[in-house]
């Protein structure tokens, strides 16, 4: 299994690396493990729809765990993906 490091660097430089979930995937399994939150919030801060868009579903999973992210969620609200509401 890659580090956290590596997974986000992965998904930060590649975003289309996103689409097909495993990174995606491995990263919530991170956090579930004990990962800091923090290094979550690069994707949730992400200009880029689909690093946004993953990040607020990683953090959805998380549940109560997440509720230090909801400074950074709520950010997410207007964010914009091809002129429609961020979708996740």
Not at 27 to 37: I, K, M, R, S, W
Not at 58 to 64: D, F, K
Request: hydrophobic share 40%; glycine share 10%; proline share 6%.
């Amino acid at each position: 299994m890659k580090d956290i490091e590596e997974i986000i660097g992965e998904l930060t430089s590649n975003p289309e690396t996103a689409d097909d979930g495993l990174l995606v995937n491995e990263l919530l399994e991170q956090f579930h493990d004990g990962a800091p939150l923090e290094y979550l919030r690069p994707l949730l801060l992400s200009p880029d729809p689909q690093l946004a868009s993953s990040g607020a579903w990683i953090a959805s999973e998380l549940g109560v765990q997440g509720k230090c992210l909801l400074d950074v969620m709520a950010n997410l609200l207007g964010h914009r993906q091809e002129g429609a509401v961020l979708e996740y």
